[in-house]
Structures are given as structure tokens and as C-alpha cells.
T-cell receptor, first 113, second 117 residues
Framework: AQTVTQSQPEMSVQEAETVTLSCTYDTSESDYYLFWYKQPPSRQMILVIRQEAYKQQNATENRFSVNFQKAAKSFSLKISDSQLGDAAMYFCAYRRAGNQFYFGTGTSLTVIP | GAVVSQHPSWVICKSGTSVKIECRSLDFQATTMFWYRQFPKQSLMLMATSNEGSKATYEQGVEKDKFLINHASLTLSTLTVTSAHPEDSSFYIC?????????????FGAGSRLTVL
């Protein structure tokens, strides 16, 4: 079974600063995708960024970027120029070939004004 | 991207009654939908994969008779919590896998909060 581990239950960052959220996963598959989802207080899950395992280049979406280390099975999310609206729970997710998604335990991010 | 509508957004029921939650894919024909359960301050747990026109596939440890899933059309899946008890109180979220920019991503409904008294 696939497991996704987020070792930081809570993180905080000063507004306009940079923060990195950690994620590791365990799998024996070679073809998979990794995602970061955001869940604000409204509880609506929102896709932040995705990474295809076969791509070596790290994905980037505006202020959000990932550091994907396939051999280490690590997939961290970097948020630059943090904004108050970034405050949320962040979930790392693994998608296997059958389209089942498995989520980590989440990291609660607080942005300090 | 796809739009997923979930109803009701919250429901309170008495112990022993059944509750139905609907999940609609408004602009995408979904042969597969996924149902998740989320306890407060915890992660999403995949409950089952809803398959249009056939039986749902349940994850290990999820009671099929407790959580009935029906996927009668390409745009509608329903989750019925039968004979609900307080321990069934939770946040239930449905999702649809949609192709986006060459990759399949999950689009979520807004979730349904169930409280069983």
C-alpha cells in the first residue's frame, strides 16, 4: 500500500517570507503523480500543484514550487512571498495508475501578518 | 476544469436513520467518482470508488452495508449512510478525476458535514 507522510503537523511563516512543507512517500510503482492540495477554512479542497514522476524538472505554479527527489521519495512544497490567503491545511497526495489518490496527514500553515 | 456539486452541505440526523448525500459532476461525464471521509483536523481517507453502472469498490475496513454507494448515471453518485450512529459523524467529500493539461487531477465537491445525534 502507498503511504504518504507529512512530518510537520503545523508550520508558521511571516507574511512575504518563504516556507517549505515536507512530504515523503513510499511506493514500489514507477508510474505515479504527486500533488499538493490546499484546504482553507471553507474546507473546499483546491489543487495547488502537481508533479509527474517521470519528469525530472520540478513543477512551478507562480509562488508555489516543488522539490521532487524521486530517489529519496521526497516531494516538498515551497511557498514564496507568503500571503495571508495561503493560510490553510496543505495535503500532499499520491496518485497511482488506477486513479486512486492517497493523502498525507496534512500540515496546518499559519501566516503571520 | 470540472465542477463538482455536493448536497447537502450539512445534515443533522437522529441515530438509526439513514442519510443520503449526492455528488454531481456538472460539466464532466464521470465514469468514476471517489468518496472520502475526513475527521476533524485529520486527513482524507478514501472510502470507496464509485463506478458508473456497476458496483462500487470499497477500501479495506469500510463497511459496504453501512455506506451504500450508487452511481446510476455519468453525472451522479450517491452515498447513503445507513442506520447512522454518532461515530458516523464526519465530513464526507466526493471527487471526480478529470484530465487537466494532460494529467488526471482530483476535483472535489465542497463536502457534506454529517452530525448524528
Amino acid at each position: 500500500a502507498q503511504t504518504v507522510t507529512q512530518s510537520q503537523p503545523e508550520m508558521s511563516v511571516q507574511e512575504a517570507e518563504t516556507v517549505t512543507l515536507s512530504c515523503t512517500y513510499d511506493t514500489s510503482e514507477s508510474d505515479y503523480y504527486l500533488f499538493w492540495y490546499k484546504q482553507p477554512p471553507s474546507r473546499q479542497m483546491i489543487l495547488v500543484i502537481r508533479q509527474e514522476a517521470y519528469k525530472q524538472q520540478n513543477a512551478t505554479e507562480n509562488r508555489f514550487s516543488v522539490n521532487f527527489q524521486k530517489a529519496a521519495k521526497s516531494f516538498s512544497l515551497k511557498i514564496s512571498d507568503s500571503q495571508l490567503g495561503d493560510a490553510a491545511m496543505y495535503f500532499c497526495a499520491y496518485r497511482r495508475a488506477g486513479n486512486q489518490f492517497y493523502f498525507g496527514t496534512g500540515t496546518s500553515l499559519t501566516v503571520i501578518p | 476544469g470540472a465542477v463538482v456539486s455536493q448536497h447537502p452541505s450539512w445534515v443533522i440526523c437522529k441515530s438509526g436513520t439513514s442519510v443520503k448525500i449526492e455528488c454531481r459532476s456538472l460539466d464532466f461525464q464521470a465514469t468514476t467518482m471517489f468518496w472520502y471521509r475526513q475527521f476533524p483536523k485529520q486527513s482524507l481517507m478514501l472510502m470507496a470508488t464509485s463506478n458508473e453502472g456497476s458496483k462500487a469498490t470499497y477500501e479495506q475496513g469500510v463497511e459496504k452495508d453501512k455506506f451504500l454507494i450508487n452511481h446510476a448515471s455519468l453525472t451522479l453518485s450517491t452515498l447513503t449512510v445507513t442506520s447512522a450512529h454518532p461515530e458516523d459523524s464526519s465530513f464526507y467529500i466526493c471527487s471526480v478525476v478529470t484530465p487537466t493539461d494532460g494529467a488526471n487531477v482530483l476535483t472535489f465537491g465542497a463536502g457534506s458535514r454529517l452530525t448524528v445525534l
